[in-house]
């Protein structure tokens, strides 16, 4: 399916004004991804549901927990953002509201912090994207890939020897 | 209006201190606590020096607290609901400044939100500032994250 180049245009400019407020650096890792998800979206392919996030039943697979404990890192915004990538590794769960979140931090039983502090840190440093999108009146926000790579390259642990 | 240094040192030091509690290490929970009671006296200070009292001790070397200024406001009328917290907040200043005491997590959230949502108020309706206009973009996000319950946005 193609797509009308008016609505190429209204999506590139929604892309940049969904990016607008990301640090430079990030900026164009940012838009490009922010472009791809509402390009998607646009043309109708299957995204992944954004009903409420429902705790995972016990041993359906690697607890928030237990992947919590793979992370090198104690920062708020670090760990809220493993738990992003946590929602689309292991739910396929794509986008997600900083309630989602608030959810997942307790059932990882983890100390809680400022949600939203830590979402738009994310989003300030491209490692999140605000989708444009809402359920129940609050925003939805998904994994980039440079948040996807940073996950996998610097926050989780290499195994330990014999682990 | 030009902002003062004093006002200035206030609102960086908040920001640094957001910086450090978004770290969340068990030093970084520290300065987070430090720089946020920093910001709080400073912010304080600011007032007390617009209601045309001078900010140094007779002495003229050092200037006033914490407890000074909230002191000097009360007398001038300056109400400051969120006295309680604040001094609470110096008091876990106190302790990590002179006892090397390190803040849990849930101490630290405490006191940084009280002090966010001072400043935020304070900066508005005691010192006249629009935060829009006054605070950058990404600074100003960051101070909103706090005003309201969590989560928000």
């Known amino acids: 399916m193609s797509m009308k180049e008016d609505d190429v245009a209204r999506l590139v400019r929604e892309a940049i004004d969904l990016t607008k407020g990301v640090q430079e650096e990030y900026r164009l890792a940012a838009f490009q991804e922010v472009l791809r998800h509402l390009m998607a979206s646009e043309l109708g392919e299957v995204r992944r549901p954004m009903e409420r996030v429902q705790p995972l039943e016990r041993g359906a697979g690697e607890s928030i927990g237990e992947f919590l404990r793979k992370v090198s890192s104690k920062a708020h915004t670090d760990i809220s953002l493993a738990m992003a990538y946590y929602f689309l590794k292991h739910r396929n769960i794509e986008s997600f509201t900083v309630s989602d979140l608030d959810a997942l931090y307790s059932e990882a039983r983890h100390p809680k912090t400022n949600l939203n502090l830590a979402v738009i840190g994310n989003i300030k440093k491209g490692f999140m994207i605000d989708t444009g999108e809402k359920r129940e009146s609050m925003k939805l926000f998904a994994i980039s890939r440079l948040g996807e790579d940073h996950v996998e390259t610097t926050l989780l642990k290499p195994p330990s020897v014999g682990e | ?153």
């Open chain 2, 1 to 153: 209006m030009a902002i003062s240094p004093l006002l200035r040192n206030a609102l960086e030091s908040l920001e640094h201190a957001l910086d450090h509690y978004d770290l969340n290490t068990d030093r970084d929970r520290k300065f987070a606590i430090l720089h946020a009671d920093q910001a709080v006296e400073l912010i304080l200070k600011e007032k007390v020096r617009r209601e045309k009292v001078s900010i140094f001790k007779k002495d003229k070397k050092t200037s006033v607290g914490l407890h000074e200024a909230l002191e000097i406001l009360s007398q001038k009328a300056v109400s400051v609901p969120e006295s309680t917290d604040l001094e609470m907040l110096h008091d876990e200043r106190n302790r990590i400044q002179h006892q090397n005491s390190t803040p849990d997590v849930e101490t630290t959230n405490f006191h940084i939100e009280n002090a966010v949502r001072f400043m935020m108020r304070f900066l508005s309706t005691d010192l006249g500032l629009d935060l829009r206009q006054t605070l950058s973009a990404p600074a100003y996000q960051r101070f909103e994250a706090f005003r309201t319950p969590r989560p928000a946005i």
